[in-house]
């Protein structure tokens, strides 16, 4: 009998290896073995989730599952689209379970969480690229823990007409889009996505709710410039996007997109300044920012710098 064995990158299995670095010293972080890491790991089992925190491989995992945070990634673990970034597995995806968005709000009630973001694969063979499932998936949190803020972090729905619509409609406190590197460097990094309709698609979202908080991430390390990157705020801001997170690319395998350079943290305080001049409502520059970490943290920021943004309005 044969055994056939699924690859996790099959559209990268051509590519010529590339080592990996070693990382530097500002970028290394412990194992996770706390009691409460491991309780968060049990309770994704126990309830059938699929977590971008393993998928990815993030490096934050240990923190973020040690304080009983964790990013669902719905929609399966299978993405139809294959960046040459990203860990997540490459394929045919299986189809959707109807059962995951009460799953999904189960969880999120027993881990008691005061904001929870929620992503997912691309579902390019979807009519609606998963929208529908998106939305309900919001529903199902706000019906089970009304108290819960709810981040979605989107696919761009490309060549799906209207589909974001539907997440618009069900209105979460922040719409999450990354655009993850600059327009330059897009054919080799997202080949299956067009940087101008993820502006477009975070354009759409504060124009459909002024009230959504907006937010965007940026990876640098993959050769792209300072003046590309100031370029990239400038089309966000344009954008009316509030939140900015930019952290350093590592690379998962040597089959992945290869890493150009490693940025200091004071490049990285550099990014930061440099945003906040622009305007954006919150920034998070780190060498091990990503889209969900602290993103409780972000949003309580965001909630604060509008705040004060209007008093400051009222006083003139």
Known sequence: MTVQIRHRHPEKAHKTSTSIPRKPKWIRKKPANSKAYFETRKLMRDHALTTVCEEAACPNIGECWSQKH????????????????????????????????????????????????????????LPDGGAAHIAQT?????????????????????????????????????????LE????????????????????????????NREVFTKSGLMVGLGEGFDEIRQVMDDLR???????TIGQY???????????????????????????????????????????????ADFATLQQARKAALLAEGTH
């Not at 819960?148 to 069900?170: H, M, R, W, Y």
């Not at 089959?255 to 919150?282: C, S, V």
């Open 70 to 125: 964790a990013t669902m990634m719905i929609m399966g673990e299978v993405c139809t689209r294959g960046c040459s970034f990203c860990n997540v597995s490459t394929g045919r995806p299986e189809v959707l379970d109807a059962f995951e968005p009460a799953r999904v709000a189960a969880a999120v009630k027993k881990l008691g969480l005061k904001h929870v973001v929620i992503t997912s694969v691309d579902r390019d063979d």
């Open 138 to 178: 919001i529903r199902a949190v706000r019906h089970h823990a009304p108290t819960t803020s709810i981040e979605v972090l989107t696919p761009d729905f490309l060549a799906k007409g209207n589909a974001e619509q539907a997440i618009f409609d069900a209105a979460p406190d922040v719409f999450n889009h990354n």
């Open 181 to 208: 590197t600059v327009p330059r460097l897009y054919p080799t990094v997202r080949p299956g996505a067009r940087y101008y309709r993820s502006l477009r698609l975070l354009d759409d979202a504060k124009r459909a």
């Open 238 to 244: 344009a954008a009316n996007v509030d939140f900015l």
């Open 250 to 296: 590592l690379q998962p395998t040597p089959k992945h997109h290869a890493i150009d350079r490693f940025w200091t943290p004071d490049e990285f305080q550099k990014l930061e300044r440099m945003a906040r001049a622009k305007g954006f409502l919150g920034v998070s520059a780190t060498p091990l920012t990503r889209s969900s970490f602290h993103a409780d």
